[in-house]
């Protein structure tokens, strides 16, 4: 990755030691580096939570926006023009709680857009809250006695919502995170990489998940690449959570923003 | 018998947080949270190169080169 | 009828004043009185190579205008009450980056769903003070269809101006009103001011204007937003100092502009005894009713706001006269006349006129409201 495509001058970041979130930002950077974008043309749209802070340690274009909305402010950037790359970088908590409702719509869309959700399981910046992707009975502080509801699964959401590239990745497979970011970003039409990172902080110590490093490290055990899960029984399956590409289908309908009325 | 490569580990303390993520991911042992639980490059000699270290480091605090034999 | 009226109805004027203004994004979402001005847009902006998005709701409405505004498009968006509570965060948002955005709230009666096609004007309040911690709106309230026109054109310009969202404060009357408008004039245009030099670019530092040359996104800046306080680099910064410079910033970009910013139309202020002061459509009842009471020799006058906010108390001071008796006719229990009272404080007789049935306040009523009240 090209250091350069940093804001030194802005680093050390806001995070936590061994917080995911660097190691996303990093795979991010090194997937729009390997793709060789103009980086005049490439602009990050963030919401808010600790992982929407990441833009701003970019030399890119950046716009910090509200909790939930990068994704309509994407589409807008987007829209008004559309030579641009755009690129959401949210939280599990900024896409499918409070900005669940853009996520499908702009998947339903197909906006040419690519949502970077980095998945650490709970609202790490207010404290360490359940989001909808907690797993069911794990421990946060808004689910002291263990999460009751189901998580949504977020491959399935934007999928079932008519995203036409879907993948999930995690930060210990960084190679697989960087492959799949940089077909997500060069696909053309809605894309979502779901790129599972840790929060030391309060997931991780909540959940008695270890250190920092056992916490990447382990992803190793419970994460299962998608080719190989497929040779395997539900029951093998159990607990584990699948990586890979779920969707990569070509845009099945423009923007949908008005064309302009054909020349007579 | 083929020489074998040797790598430059470079290591911004200003940046690290020695949270112990490239000891963990390190295949070689090449680092260690020491007494004062600061990082340190304790086997640089043993590094091959596979750059897990620098992939996982939150904090882009870790360069690993392909040191050049003069 | 002259060759260069035309019959529109108001929401068609605001988008057509829009696009005379060049806007070439609109988002929005529909709502009664409104969604007149989403179905011209979304037949006119692909005529005029621009972009229309229906979303799906009002927050996403705005966030997509705010998105378009910081690439560089001048936006639109239109909606009512239920509609404008909804976009009160991306408002703030608008304010702290200092994205020019205009909204259209027309008014309907409220709260809640209240009443979706009676005319009210109740919102009042809600475009000043509807989203959290200080921030300063220009508010323009039109009073008839070919007003609707110029002052939707004033606002983009206005918005372009001084980076900041303008809200055309409209009403279910005028939204649906259809009335004769000249457009034949082709519209002054501003366009907002951009950064010249890469090298040491700030994207908000300001020269003595103090509103910022934010580059638009995409045209290799290297520019940063945040809703968080920010220094001049546009980094989020947890500096007091900053913060407290940054929030007199906002206010004074405008304050120092009141000239500009601010219109009043009075009639027949300099020797009224009974003041009348209104603004929208509650003004065209009251315009009428000064001309019954003047022909029966009664000596009364009428301001109408028709830039509402910023509100300055000296220049509404100034304008009114040494009119004796103040009667603020409005839609609603008593919003504007709290303004009309913080400036005349017991210097002169504020006396509030309110409605809330839904119907407009009649001449006659006005009439009969002074006789009633021995005004
Ligand atoms: C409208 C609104 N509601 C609530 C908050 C408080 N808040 C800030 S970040 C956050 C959750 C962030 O969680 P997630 O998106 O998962 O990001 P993370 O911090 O875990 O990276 C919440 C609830 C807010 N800023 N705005
Ligand atoms: S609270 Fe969690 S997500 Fe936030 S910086 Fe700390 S470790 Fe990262
Ligand atoms: S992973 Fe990076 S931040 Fe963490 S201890 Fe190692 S060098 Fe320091
Ligand atoms: S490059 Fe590989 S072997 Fe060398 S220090 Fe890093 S992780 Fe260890
Ligand atoms: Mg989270």
């Known amino acids: 990755m090209r250091l350069d495509l940093l804001r030194s001058e802005r680093l050390p970041n806001i995070w936590c030691p061994g917080c995911g979130n660097g190691i996303v930002l990093r795979a991010l950077l090194e997937a729009i580096d390997q793709l060789q974008l ?18 701003a340690y970019t030399a890119f274009d950046n716009v910090h926006s509200l909790h939930g909305r990068a994704i309509p402010v994407a589409t807008g950037i987007k829209l008004a023009n559309p030579d641009l790359t755009v690129i959401v970088v949210t939280g599990d908590g900024d896409s499918s709680a409070i900005g669940g409702n853009h996520l499908i719509h702009a998947a339903r869309r197909d906006v040419d857009i690519t949502v970077v959700v980095f998945n650490n399981y709970n609202y790490g910046m207010t404290g360490g809250q359940a989001s909808p992707l907690t797993p069911t009975s794990s421990i946060t502080t808004t689910t002291p006695n263990g999460m009751l509801d189901r998580p949504f699964d977020l491959v399935k959401l934007a999928a079932g919502a008519g995203a036409t590239y879907v993948a999930r990745s995690g930060i210990y497979f960084a190679k697989h995170l960087v492959d799949h970011l940089k077909k997500a970003i060069a696909h053309d039409g809605f894309s979502l990489v779901d790129a599972v990172a840790q929060c030391p902080t309060y997931f991780g110590r909540f959940n008695r998940k270890g250190s920092a490093g056992q916490m990447v490290t382990s992803q190793k055990d419970w994460m299962v690449l998608k080719s190989v899960a497929e040779k395997k029984t539900p029951e093998e399956l159990a607990g584990k959570v699948i990586i890979g590409e779920f969707v990569n289908i070509e845009r099945h309908a423009p923007v949908s923003a008005a064309a302009p009325k054909e020349q007579a | 018998m083929p020489e074998k490569k040797t790598f430059r580990i470079t290591h911004n303390r200003k ?38 270290c620098v992939e996982h480091c939150p904090d882009f605090a870790l360069t690993v080169e392909e040191a050049k034999n003069e | 009828m002259s060759e260069k009226m035309v019959l529109m109805q108001g929401n068609e004027a605001v988008a057509e004043g829009a696009i005379a203004a060049g806007v070439r994004f609109y988002a929005g979402y529909p709502i009664t009185p409104s969604s007149e001005v989403a179905e011209t847009m979304a037949k006119r902006m692909p005529e005029v190579g621009g972009t229309f998005i229906q979303m799906e709701d009002e927050i996403a409405s705005i966030m997509a205008i705010v998105g378009a505004s ?30 020019p955005i205009v909204i259209l709230d027309s008014m309907r009666y409220g709260p809640s769903t209240g009443m979706a096609t009676k005319v009210s004007q109740m919102d009042l309040m809600q475009t000043r003070w509807g989203t959290h911690g200080d921030h300063w709106v220009i508010v323009l309230s039109p009073s008839s269809v070919e007003e609707s026109y110029q002052l939707t054109i004033r606002a983009v310009n206005l918005a372009e101006k001084y980076r900041n969202p303008v809200i055309v404060l409209s009403d279910e009357t005028i939204s649906h009103l259809r009335e004769p408008i000249d457009i034949s004039i082709p519209p002054v245009l501003v366009e907002r001011r951009l950064p010249t030099a890469k090298a040491d670019y700030l994207p908000y530092r300001t020269d003595e204007s103090l509103v910022p040359t934010v580059a638009n996104v995409g045209t290799g800046f290297r520019t940063s937003c945040t809703g968080l306080v920010h220094g001049e680099s546009g980094f ?128 006659q009523e006005i009439l009969n409201f002074l006789r009633e009240e021995n005004l």
């Open chain 1, 38 to 55: 103009d980086p005049d043309n490439v602009v990050l749209v963030s919401g808010i939570g600790c992982s929407s802070r990441a833009p």
């Open chain 3, 70 to 99: 910081l690439a560089g498009k001048k936006v639109l968006t239109a909606t009512s009450g239920p509609g404008f509570s909804l976009m009160q965060e991306g408002l703030g948002y608008a304010c702290m980056v200092e994205a």
């Open chain 2, 15 to 52: 940046w690290c947080k020695d949270c112990g993520i490239c000891v963990a991911v390190c295949p070689k042992k090449v680092y260690e949270i020491d007494r004062s639980d600061r990082h340190a490059i304790v086997n640089p000699q043993n590094c091959i190169g596979c750059r897990m």
């Open chain 3, 236 to 363: 989020q910064t947890a500096n007091g100092h900053v913060a407290e410079a940054l929030v007199e910033r906002l206010r004074d970009k405008l304050f120092n502009n009141l000239d500009d910013i601010i219109q009043f139309e009075t009639d027949r202020v300099e020797d009224a005894d009974v003041l009348f002061m209104s603004f929208g459509i509650t003004a065209r009842g009251v315009s009428e009713a000064v001309e019954t009471l003047r022909s029966h020799g009664r000596k009364a006058g009428s301001l109408r706001f028709i830039t509402l906010f910023p509100f300055d108390d000296d220049r509404v001071r100034k304008a009114a006269g040494n009119a004796r008796t103040i009667v603020v006719p409005e839609l609603n229990s008593g919003q504007l006349v709290l303004l009309v009272k913080r400036v005349f404080g017991d210097s002169r007789k504020v006396v509030p006129m309110n409605k809330i049935n839904g119907d407009l306040i009649s001449p």
